[in-house]
């Protein structure tokens, strides 16, 4: 265990992380199969179109705002209150489109679940990283990306079906995150670390040995790929929907089922990630999610039968089962615990901002050429992405340490930084 944490309740407190974790998954793929019903619902004006998209990423934007500011709470005042108390609003925020009558209300909705759904990202997963260390931690760092996949396999399946009674009782489906509230209070110790949670710099040396333990220039990387790859990603949920009606005319069930043929291929390669770590960088397996991604989208750009189409998704999702469970791993290896929540609250940030991105970034493309053509492009973009992190794998030395020791004083002006990636 990491700073010296004991788990009274060890297989509940797994359990309980890793059910928590498929909340985040929910946030979205739980109404994704309703956005055609809901665009009808409220009629086909000039901004319709958009505010239904955001009704799906909304979320997104408000976790972005607010996970840098929910992981300097973590940090300074502890994790366990702020995941029960984001656990409620999340129940409340997530069940409100049930009895909104708005657009506009729906999309207030959104931004509480959103920042939510913040908390409970961050804290869950800043649990899993104090908690477990070493391989231990890659493990469960997989496990908790293979629930998320396995909540989406569940959900999209039941939202589809729930979506043809009705697009409001999709919503009813947020209400379930109360029953891990006993739990969560219950099997989930606050962790015990080096510095004490309430510690701040009090002096310019000690700010400065606060951002010595940020590795800039490697976290700048995780950022940037953790944005860049749910921009790309999240095509699936918002643009396959209206793909698949257009080409084959599916209902809200088969929807369902071919978004949760996506998931749920992300769920067995989280589940692998594990092993896979012991033989591949964090690197070659950034290389390793673009080239599934690549071949999956680029299956999805010149398909037109539904097979073909789930095909893709599965192939794509296999790709997308490794993002967020490696970032997460490599942020890890390169900070101390002290500044952890911090740093995945970065990650978190540009996470979501990239879900909330995509429809506006990936709406004025498909509008000018297809939708078809949009997943073609994109898909040989990732593979040029992929042909470089191979490459770089010869050239730069992934983290060996899971947890770095803090360091203990600022760097000399004199001192030539190291490779934040070695």
Same mark, same amino acid.
């Given at each position: 265990?990491?700073?010296?944490?004991?788990?009274?309740?060890?297989?509940?407190?797994?359990?309980?992380?890793?059910?928590?974790?498929?909340?985040?998954?929910?946030?979205?793929?739980?109404?994704?199969?309703?956005?055609?019903?809901?665009?009808?619902?409220?009629?086909?004006?000039?901004?319709?179109?958009?505010?239904?998209?955001?009704?799906?990423?909304?979320?997104?934007?408000?976790?972005?705002?607010?996970?840098?500011?929910?992981?300097?709470?973590?940090?300074?005042?502890?994790?366990?209150?702020?995941?029960?108390?984001?656990?409620?609003?999340?129940?409340?925020?997530?069940?409100?489109?049930?009895?909104?009558?708005?657009?506009?209300?729906?999309?207030?909705?959104?931004?509480?679940?959103?920042?939510?759904?913040?908390?409970?990202?961050?804290?869950?997963?800043?649990?899993?990283?104090?908690?477990?260390?070493?391989?231990?931690?890659?493990?469960?760092?997989?496990?908790?990306?293979?629930?998320?996949?396995?909540?989406?396999?569940?959900?999209?399946?039941?939202?589809?079906?729930?979506?043809?009674?009705?697009?409001?009782?999709?919503?009813?489906?947020?209400?379930?995150?109360?029953?891990?509230?006993?739990?969560?209070?219950?099997?989930?110790?606050?962790?015990?670390?080096?510095?004490?949670?309430?510690?701040?710099?009090?002096?310019?040396?000690?700010?400065?040995?606060?951002?010595?333990?940020?590795?800039?220039?490697?976290?700048?990387?995780?950022?940037?790929?953790?944005?860049?790859?749910?921009?790309?990603?999240?095509?699936?949920?918002?643009?396959?929907?209206?793909?698949?009606?257009?080409?084959?005319?599916?209902?809200?069930?088969?929807?369902?089922?071919?978004?949760?043929?996506?998931?749920?291929?992300?769920?067995?390669?989280?589940?692998?990630?594990?092993?896979?770590?012991?033989?591949?960088?964090?690197?070659?397996?950034?290389?390793?999610?673009?080239?599934?991604?690549?071949?999956?989208?680029?299956?999805?750009?010149?398909?037109?039968?539904?097979?073909?189409?789930?095909?893709?998704?599965?192939?794509?999702?296999?790709?997308?089962?490794?993002?967020?469970?490696?970032?997460?791993?490599?942020?890890?290896?390169?900070?101390?615990?002290?500044?952890?929540?911090?740093?995945?609250?970065?990650?978190?940030?540009?996470?979501?901002?990239?879900?909330?991105?995509?429809?506006?970034?990936?709406?004025?493309?498909?509008?000018?050429?297809?939708?078809?053509?949009?997943? !073609?492009?994109?898909?040989?973009?990732?593979?040029?992405?992929?042909?470089?992190?191979?490459?770089?794998?010869?050239?730069?030395?992934?983290?060996?340490?899971?947890?770095?020791?803090?360091?203990?004083?600022?760097?000399?002006?004199?001192?030539?930084?190291?490779?934040? !990636?070695?």
């Amino acid at each position: 265990m990491s700073g010296g944490t004991t788990l009274p309740r060890p297989r509940l407190a797994q359990a309980t992380l890793l059910l928590a974790s498929m909340l985040t998954i929910m946030a979205g793929a739980t109404i994704s199969p309703a956005l055609p019903a809901i665009q009808r619902a409220f009629g086909s004006g000039p901004n319709t179109a958009v505010l239904v998209g955001l009704v799906l990423t909304m979320h997104g934007l408000f976790i972005a705002v607010g996970s840098p500011l929910i992981g300097a709470f973590a940090d300074r005042y502890g994790r366990r209150w702020l995941l029960l108390v984001s656990t409620v609003v999340y129940a409340l925020a997530g069940g409100s489109g049930f009895v909104l009558d708005s657009l506009v209300a729906i999309l207030v909705g959104r931004a509480v679940l959103g920042l939510a759904v913040a908390g409970v990202m961050v804290t869950v997963t800043a649990l899993i990283t104090d908690y477990y260390e070493g391989n231990r931690r890659d493990t469960i760092l997989g496990r908790q990306g293979a629930f998320m996949s396995i909540g989406g396999v569940v959900l999209l399946p039941l939202a589809g079906v729930l979506a043809d009674i009705g697009w409001r009782v999709p919503f009813l489906v947020y209400t379930v995150a109360l029953v891990l509230l006993p739990a969560m209070a219950f099997a989930l110790p606050e962790p015990d670390r080096r510095e004490p949670t309430g510690d701040r710099p009090t002096s310019i040396d000690d700010l400065r040995q606060t951002l010595a333990r940020f590795p800039l220039r490697t976290l700048a990387l995780i950022v940037a790929l953790g944005l860049v790859g749910q921009i790309i990603f999240y095509m699936i949920p918002v643009r396959v929907p209206f793909y698949l009606e257009a080409q084959t005319g599916v209902s809200g069930s088969l929807i369902g089922a071919a978004l949760a043929t996506s998931t749920g291929a992300g769920g067995v390669a989280s589940l692998l990630y594990g092993r896979v770590r012991r033989f591949m960088s964090v690197i070659g397996i950034v290389a390793l999610t673009f080239a599934f991604m690549s071949i999956g989208y680029i299956v999805i750009g010149v398909s037109g039968t539904f097979i073909d189409i789930i095909a893709g998704l599965a192939l794509a999702g296999a790709g997308s089962g490794f993002l967020l469970t490696n970032l997460n791993a490599w942020i890890a290896a390169v900070t101390s615990e002290t500044v952890r929540g911090r740093a995945l609250s970065v990650l978190t940030s540009a996470f979501f901002l990239g879900q909330f991105l995509s429809p506006l970034v990936v709406g004025p493309v498909s509008d000018g050429v297809s939708l078809g053509a949009t997943f !073609l492009g994109v898909g040989v973009a990732l593979a040029g992405g992929a042909v470089a992190f191979a490459l770089a794998t010869v050239y730069v030395t992934p983290p060996t340490e899971s947890e770095p020791e803090p360091i203990e004083t600022p760097r000399s002006p004199n001192e030539h930084p190291t490779n934040q !990636l070695d």
